[in-house]
T-cell receptor, first 114, second 108 residues
Framework: SAVISQKPSRDICQRGTSLTIQCQVD?????MFWYRQQPGQSLTLIAT?????????ESGFVIDKFPISRPNLTFSTLTVSNMSPEDSSIYLC???????????FGSGTQLSVL | QKEVEQDPGPLSVPEGAIVSLNCTYS??????FMWYRQYSRKGPELLMY????GNKEDGRFTAQVDKSSKYISLFIRDSQPSDSATYLC????????FGKGTRLHILP
């Protein structure tokens, strides 16, 4: 399994500001995924980040709100822009395992927007 | 009908009991099935992975898949207080869909 480091682990932010979440993996991976986990809800895929190309966003998520960077095969960032209280959630970075079957997660970022 | 249904609980059982956690799904194209355990303020941890109908055992954990009924289960034997967590089912083919998770409390 991959070791995934995510930071910050939690943050409290003011409405209208932006937060960038970092994800570092201990091995090179082709695809990295960003999920949102809202209270009482399923994990929801925000976007898939491929190195060297634009991220692919799921329905309901847009690049202006959640810009993603993927500068190399071990690192990615997700920015939550112009935050509102509705953005309060856990944000999770994940990668597929060696045979592209099993999904592994970072420890998550607990975001609270006031 | 949602693609994946999972009772959110909470489910409280005494220590040592057998725990049964379940999910139903509607998409017959799902090929592989997973169970994750998530402790408070942590990311989900993969517990079990299977891609066929039947049972798969790993220590105190057994994953069961019934593709004909579109029903999967996770059994925990000799449950411990440390098993208290939220358990998420997940399944998919080219995209992974998660259940909402069941909160489990093991009472000492």
């Amino acid at each position: 399994s991959a070791v995934i480091s995510q930071k910050p682990s939690r943050d409290i932010c003011q409405r209208g500001t932006s937060l960038t979440i970092q994800c570092q993996v201990d091995s090179q991976v082709t695809m990295m995924f960003w999920y949102r986990q809202q209270p009482g809800q399923s994990l929801t895929l925000i976007a898939t980040a491929n190195q060297g190309s634009e991220a692919t966003y799921e329905s309901g998520f847009v690049i202006d709100k959640f810009p993603i960077s993927r500068p190399n095969l071990t690192f990615s960032t997700l920015t939550v822009s112009n935050m509102s209280p509705e953005d309060s959630s856990i944000y999770l970075c994940s990668v597929l395992g060696q045979y592209n079957e099993k999904l592994f997660f970072g420890s998550g970022t607990q975001l609270s927007v006031l | 009908q949602k693609e994946v249904e999972q009772d959110p609980g909470p489910l409280s059982v005494p220590e040592g009991a057998i725990v049964s956690l379940n999910c139903t799904y509607s998409n017959s194209a799902f090929q592989y099935f997973m169970w994750y355990r998530q402790y408070s303020r942590k990311g989900p941890e993969l517990l079990m992975y299977t891609y066929s109908s039947g049972n798969k055992e790993d220590g105190r954990f057994t994953a069961q898949v019934d593709k004909s009924s579109k029903y999967i289960s996770l059994f925990i034997r000799d449950s411990q207080p440390s098993d208290s967590a939220t358990y998420l089912c997940a399944m998919g083919d080219d995209k992974i869909i998660f259940g909402k998770g069941t909160r489990l409390h093991i009472l000492p």
